[in-house]
């Protein structure tokens, strides 16, 4: 199986600015990305970013780095830029993996590429973990998905899916507070049962076709409620194809808390 990884990484960040060139342990956060990356079996690894500093950070650690737009509002967008650039044929197969990941497993990079050489029909392919915790199948920030019989996706919501009808102990046949008569009351606070329930990992694969196509369509009205990008390619009729991660993923990067979090877990490891 070939497969390319690329990893895009930009300079700005709200909650931590220049975090790809943040210090984990003596070398810049995306390099551990990088060598992440590396060990996934990857016939090669690209880092695509617009920023100078980023690529002579990476240039020096021999890293393969592709410049490009500065225009680029999700990562999916640079990766296709990368693609378009590097002239790659439309069924080879690409992982996007993000710069702040730095504990992702290796075997869960390989497993999103091979999950669009097991699915022929599959134009992405992604990954989950099992829910385990009422509190986290209720958080809106943590992104569920349903899948078929047979592994594809069948949506992805931030709200908590699948709903067990009976697992709200309060019910949901009492009328809204100043609702229309008969109005059900969410009661999402009451909900109890959660077994099945799929949490979203955002890692991708994609056949670089379906990636193109992606990236020249402009958002549904699916992806603006939700902020879900990935709801773009359900609505286009895409298969994504989903399966459980091989590894529990490492936490990822986001605030300078995050970064201490994760040194002590590259420390000990």
């Keep these: 199986m070939r497969f390319t990884v690329v990893i895009p990484a930009r300079y700005a960040s709200q909650r931590l600015p220049g975090k ?34 980023i690529r002579a950070a990476c240039a020096a650690a021999g890293m393969d780095v592709q410049m490009t737009g500065t225009h680029h509002v999700s990562g999916t967008d640079r990766v296709a830029e990368v693609a378009e650039r590097r002239r790659w044929g439309d069924d080879e197969i690409i992982v996007n993996l993000q710069g702040d990941e730095p504990l992702v497993p290796p075997a869960n990079i390989e497993q999103a590429a091979g999950l669009l050489v097991a699915h022929e029909a599959a134009c992405l392919s992604t990954l989950c973990t099992p829910i385990h915790e009422l509190a986290e199948f209720l958080n809106p920030n943590v992104v569920k998905v349903a899948v078929d019989r047979e592994g594809l996706a069948l949506y992805f919501s931030r709200a908590p899916i699948p709903w067990n009808r009976d697992g709200d102990v309060q019910g949901r046949t009492h009328a809204a507070e100043g609702g229309a008569p008969g109005a059900a009351s969410v009661g999402v606070g009451a909900q109890q049962k959660f077994h099945g329930a799929l949490r979203h990992i955002g890692i991708y694969g994609y056949r670089v076709g379906a990636l193109k196509r992606l990236a020249a369509t402009s958002p549904c009205e699916l992806e603006q409620l939700e902020k879900l990008e990935q709801l773009r390619a359900l609505w286009l009729g895409m298969r994504i194809a989903v399966d459980v991660a091989r590894e529990a993923p490492g936490p990822g990067v986001d605030t300078p808390e995050d970064l201490r979090r994760v040194a002590d877990l590259v420390r000990k490891r």
């Design 20 to 53: 790809p060139l943040a210090d984990l342990n003596g070398k810049p956060l995306v390099l551990h990305v990088c060598e992440r990356a590396r060990s996934s079996g990857a016939a090669q690894v690209v880092v695509a970013t617009d920023d100078e500093r």
